[in-house]
Each structure stands twice: as C-alpha cells, then as structure tokens.
C-alpha cells in the first residue's frame, strides 16, 4: 500500500505540472490577443474550441445553434482578452463562463420549442399510451414551463442547469459566483415555489 502510495505522488505532481503548464501557455495567448496577435488567437481557439463547443452544445441541445454561439463566445473573447484577470478564475474557467452566459442568453431569446400534442398523437404507437395520456403528459410538460417561466431569471436559469443539464453544485457556483451553499438554498427554494405552483 506504501509503495502504491509512493509511486502514485508523482503521478498526481505530473498532472498537476502539466494542468498548469497549460492554464500558463492560455494565459500567455490571452496576453497576446489583447495585443490584438492573431496567430495566438488561432492557437487558443485550436486549443478550446472542443470544450467550449461542448459547454455550449450540452446547454443548447442543437448543433447548428451551438455553432453560432461558439462564435459569437470567440467573438467576445477576441474582444475581452485584455479584462482576463487571473486573480478571478484560470483562462479556461473564464472561457467557459463566456461560454455558458452566451448559450444561456440564446436559450432565453429562442427557447426549445415543446413538441405540439398533434405531432405526439400522430407519432402514438397501436401498443403504447393512448391518445389521451398523451395530451395530459403534454398539458402537465405545459404547466411546467408556465411554472419555470414565473421564477425570477436567475432562479429559473439555475433549476434548468441542474436538473434538466445535470450542472453540480460545484459548477453553479462557479457559474453564478455563489457559494455552493448560496446555490443550494435557492435550489429548494425554487423547487419549493415550483411546487406550490403545481399544485392542483
């Protein structure tokens, strides 16, 4: 058990040396696009555009929106490069915060459209629920979003992430600038106000 415990220390410090010579070489390329260096804007949008194409994606659920907005996000860094403060948050947290307030603010402007109840009852299988459990999933999925939609902003934005996104506490609060028990005292009380609204 010692000797597992040995070797895996340098493991650990390697990851560590690796993680953070790659936050320093962001670092380094955020400096150098507030400079307005192209080639190094090439090099950070080569370096995160995979994972800032996934923050995006998994908020969105659609690939052509979240392509649009990924650009939009290299917009805004290209144009707030110099505002990077490493006191704040590490280049790829900054990035990524970016990332999810634009994916958000396309969320809010065009929201997921709900399927209509025709389109369920046409697509109803011989053997599957009947017509009318399908029009009451769809009044209750109705309700819901009416319920959603009374929250305040900030409050709503938060229930979608954590549980219809599956964001931990951790990510909102990271996400909301919040302690994490800040977060989980608005998520029960936003759970709690969806809750009253429900009821019959």
């Not at 506490?169 to 009380?189: C, G, I, S, Y």
């Amino acid at each position: 058990m010692a000797d597992a415990s040995r070797r895996s220390a340098p493991q650990r410090e390697a990851g560590s040396s690796a993680s953070s010579a790659a936050g320093d070489r962001l670092h380094d390329l955020l400096r150098r696009i507030a400079q307005r260096d192209r080639r190094a804007f090439t090099q950070l949008y080569e370096a995160t555009s995979a994972k800032l194409y996934g923050t995006v994606l998994r908020i969105l659920k659609e690939r052509g929106r979240a392509d649009d907005v990924v650009q939009e996000v290299y917009v805004t860094i290209w144009q707030k490069s110099a505002q990077f403060d490493t006191q704040r948050a590490s280049p790829i947290a900054w990035m990524v915060a970016i990332a999810r307030h634009a994916a958000i603010d396309e969320l809010r402007r065009r929201p997921r459209a709900p399927h209509e109840p025709e389109e369920a009852l046409a697509h109803t299988p011989a053997d599957g629920p009947s017509a009318r459990e399908h029009l009451e999933h769809e009044q209750d999925a109705r309700r819901l979003h009416a319920c959603l939609e009374a929250l305040e902003a900030e409050r709503r934005d938060m229930v979608r992430l954590a549980y219809l996104d599956g964001w931990s506490r951790a990510d909102l609060a990271t996400h909301f600038e919040q302690p994490v028990n800040t977060v989980k005292t608005w998520l029960h009380r936003a759970l709690k106000q969806l809750k009253g609204c429900l009821a019959p």
